[in-house]
């Protein structure tokens, strides 16, 4: 069974500080990786995404990285904001089958002044 | 550009009633969904559409009906409201599925079924 397992369920940093979410998955045979920003009470939002021959993407202070081999992605937020504070979903998708796609249950980010 | 928008965004039902989720997007795109996102749970496709006239059953379809008469709309009905169905739900739209193309997500209707 397709899984994404998102690590830590939550985790709270002081401002400035710098973080790393991790993503592991099973998914098989592999599309693409997305990572969406959602803030409380609205829609997520696409951050970045990645297929298999991309290492690392950034978008603005954030940075996702990928390694296909271990099946593992992480997500660098630098120089954190209050505005970061939201909930980070790793989402994979598989070839095939229509490309579906698995979603992990997120990591809630809470940045304290 | 509105992107997706969704009515109405907080809903009470009693269980047995129906009602129709909206969905709308002014992107022209191809590919719609629906979602249901309940605590501490990754968000769940329902179904979906590859464009006007198509729909497919996703993970969790049982108790939902779509259908997608124009590239606009895709709303969900809710056949008979069950306490099972309290959650939030996400209209999403992308130019087509998969690969590279971005999915833009609604505000989201959050639904109480009683």
């Known amino acids: 069974k397709n899984q994404v397992e998102q690590s830590p369920q939550s985790l709270i940093i002081l401002e400035g500080k710098n973080c790393t979410l991790q993503?592991?998955?099973?998914?098989?045979?592999?599309?693409?990786l997305r990572w969406y920003k959602q803030d409380t009470g609205r829609g997520p939002v696409s951050l970045t995404i990645?297929?298999?021959?991309?290492n690392t993407k950034s978008n603005g202070r954030y940075t996702a990285t990928l390694d296909a081999d271990t099946k593992q992605s992480s997500l660098h937020i630098t120089a954190s904001q209050l505005s970061d504070s939201a909930s980070y979903i790793c989402?994979?998708?598989?070839?095939?089958?229509?490309?579906?796609?698995?979603f992990g249950d997120g990591t809630t980010l809470t940045v304290k002044p | 550009n509105a992107g997706v928008t969704q009515t109405p965004k907080f809903q009470v039902l009693k269980t047995g009633q129906s009602m129709t989720l909206q969905c709308a997007q002014d992107?022209?795109?191809?590919?719609m969904s629906w979602y249901r996102q309940d605590p501490g749970m990754g968000l769940r496709l329902i179904h979906y559409?590859?464009?006007?006239?198509?729909?497919d059953q996703g993970e969790v379809p049982n108790g939902y009906n779509v259908s997608r008469s124009t590239t606009e709309d895709f709303p969900l009905r809710l056949l008979s409201a069950a306490p099972s169905q309290t959650s939030v739900y996400f209209c999403?739209?992308?130019?087509?599925?998969?690969?590279?193309?971005?999915?833009?997500f609604g505000a989201g209707t959050r639904l109480s079924v009683l």
């Open positions: 999403a739209s992308s130019q087509a599925r998969g690969g590279k193309n971005i999915q833009y």
């Open positions: 559409s590859v464009g006007a006239g198509i729909t």
């Open positions: 990645m297929t298999f021959s991309e």
């Open positions: 993503c592991n998955y099973t998914v098989s045979p592999f599309s693409n």
């Open positions: 992107m022209n795109h191809e590919y």
């Open positions: 989402v994979v998708s598989a070839k095939g089958n229509a490309g579906k796609s698995t």
